[in-house]
């Protein structure tokens, strides 16, 4: 007997409306899926033929995996040889590093800006200046302005209107205030770059990967300009020139995010190849974000890489970005497992539609 079979996508996630109900600040929830984000996908993968089961909080994860149901969870995905979408394991964890990251984009020849990392297990009365005269790029570091942030945080969390800093007694009391809220957990310092900010969202895998378009973060409010023009950037602007999480995250609408075009813009170009190569080289797959900042010359340099980025409708960068470039969310969501089953061809029979023996 033939029958057509839709392929079974659990959908993991965690509530942000959950773990605030057990008591969690709201900044200890921003990097969490609110509910509309979730009913959203689990919608558009609806539409695009797929049965999908979703699974919650860690707390049910552990459930479902008593139950001998580990076909449910990504921890264990790998382990059990179940096919999954986004990077694996490796690279998730390399890139929610954002120090270790630096470290592997460095040796491969990625522009990011100079830096050091403040260990966890560094004393917190010792000197800070210390750690930046260890540091292969001491002589950059000793110019300020500088920048500090949480090694492994996202969605800007950790960065306050004090992550930018202008001398060495702000620098330890930057780092000693982020200690303190982020305990356990290692410190980044950065050369601050003055230049224009982009994030490039990417679709695919390998060879296969397509930058899918780039969004510029132009504090000053107006189209990023080619030459002299282009590096201008005041510290004055919203935000102080950078996205911190309150402005990132709770006065949508009000920020100078725009759509840029590799055609219009040789700079667009450099971000987009700079992206596509950063993406490559650390093996990422399926969908994700770069992104960019420049320096005061004009070089494009790597802030980071999220390889498991924001699918909220109209709000998130992605989805933004796909949308202005032709691709509703359920487009963008369906391209997304294709990429995926890209990866595993043994699962080509069980495409959508696709007959198979049962």
Known sequence: ???????????????????????????????????ETIDAIVRSLRENGFEVVPVGDIKELVQC????????????????????????????????????????????????????????????????????????????????????????????????????????????????????????QSILIEKYLAGHEYTTSILGSGDSARVIGTIHHNWEGNAPQSGTEQNKQSDNAFGGGFYSLDNKNEVPGETMDRMVYSEDSPVVQGVERLALATWRTLECYDVGRVDIRCAADGKPHVLEVNPIPGLRPQWSWLAITALNHGMTHEALLGAIVECALKRYPELEHQKLGAPSRG
């Open 1 to 35: 007997m033939v029958e057509t079979r839709p392929i079974v996508i659990p959908l993991f996630y965690e509530s942000f409306s959950l773990y605030r109900s057990r008591g969690y600040t709201a900044e200890d929830c921003v990097e969490l899926d609110k509910d």
């Open 65 to 184: 995996i008593a139950r001998g149901e580990h076909e449910r969870s990504q921890g264990l995905l790998e382990a059990y040889q179940i096919p999954h979408v986004f990077s694996d394991a490796a690279t998730l964890a390399l890139c929610l590093d954002k120090g270790k990251t630096k470290m592997v984009l460095e040796q491969m020849g990625i522009p990011t800006a100079p830096f050091a990392i403040v260990p966890a297990s560094w004393p917190i009365e010792k000197d800070i200046s210390q750690l930046l005269h260890q540091s292969r790029y001491a002589e950059d570091l000793k110019q300020m302005p500088l920048f500090i942030k949480p090694a492994c945080e996202g969605s800007s969390k950790g960065i306050y209107p004090f992550s930018k800093i202008e001398n060495i007694s702000d620098l330890e009391l930057g780092v000693r205030r982020l200690r303190e809220r982020f305990p356990g």
